[in-house]
């Protein structure tokens, strides 16, 4: 059972664009959200995370929406650079008890951005 | 700074065989992971340690062992590789305060088993 839903599996923009990642999760004891960003050959490296506290955070050009009553949390990309192109994990997990430390990822979209 | 190194880098086995994954951090992390990736599947977590003689199962453990003898070590091992473990695993590592909020992952080993 997923924990994490993420679509799309893979996104085509050209540069400048915006590329829109989307996330849903059913466990409402998640109350930490991370987005991972991974290059061919490395492994995934953390780029921007929310609480859900907020709705929104930005970081530079990365910016995550999070919708707490609709469980849905998403990542923009603004001003898409082909070095953007990378798989994008997102990610769920609780902050307490037995279960911290364990994140559960997203399948993954695959992101390419044409110059 | 080395971070999180894993070795070897790929590997490729017969069915029935044993093996250890190695993974070293230099951070001096509480929290150790191994993590699979298969194709379509994202990360699965597969066994876990929050320290020095601690270590737990996450979500894909059958098939793999793990021992944490020293902060600095966790290796995973495979008693009898099996088709089904071809996969690229990572190992990852956090202070334990912060074991959800910034995992450091290594470069990856990829695994085949014929």
């Known amino acids: 059972q997923q924990q994490v839903k993420q679509s799309p599996q893979s996104l085509i923009v050209q540069k400048g664009g915006i590329p829109i990642i989307n996330c849903a999760y059913e466990?409402?004891?998640?109350?930490?959200f991370p987005w991972y960003q991974q290059f061919p050959g490395k492994g995934p490296a953390l780029l921007i995370a929310i609480r859900p506290d907020v709705s929104e955070k930005k970081e530079g050009r990365f910016t995550i929406s999070f919708n707490k009553s609709a469980k849905q949390f998403s990542l923009h990309i603004m001003d898409s650079q082909p070095g953007d192109s990378a798989t994008y994990f997102c990610?769920?997990?609780?902050?307490?008890?037995?279960?911290?430390?364990?994140?559960?990822f997203g399948r993954g979209t695959q992101l390419t951005v044409w110059p | 700074n080395a971070g999180v190194t894993q070795t070897p880098k790929f590997q490729v086995l017969k069915t029935g065989q044993s093996m250890t994954l190695q993974c070293a951090q230099d951070?001096?992390?509480?929290?150790m992971s191994w993590y699979r990736q298969d194709p379509g599947m994202g990360l699965r977590l597969i066994h876990y340690?929050?320290?020095?003689?601690?270590?737990d199962q996450g979500e894909v453990p059958n098939g793999y062992n793990v021992s944490r003898s020293t902060t600095e070590d966790f290796p995973l091992r495979l008693l009898s590789a099996a088709p089904s473990q071809t996969s690229v695993y990572f190992c990852a590592s956090s202070r334990w305060d912060r074991a959800n909020e910034k995992l450091f992952f290594g470069s990856g080993t990829q695994l085949s088993v014929l």
């Open positions: 466990n409402t004891a998640f109350d930490y």
């Open positions: 990610a769920a997990s609780r902050g307490r008890g037995s279960t911290l430390g364990r994140l559960y």
């Open positions: 951070m001096n992390h509480e929290y």
């Open positions: 340690s929050v320290g020095a003689g601690i270590t």
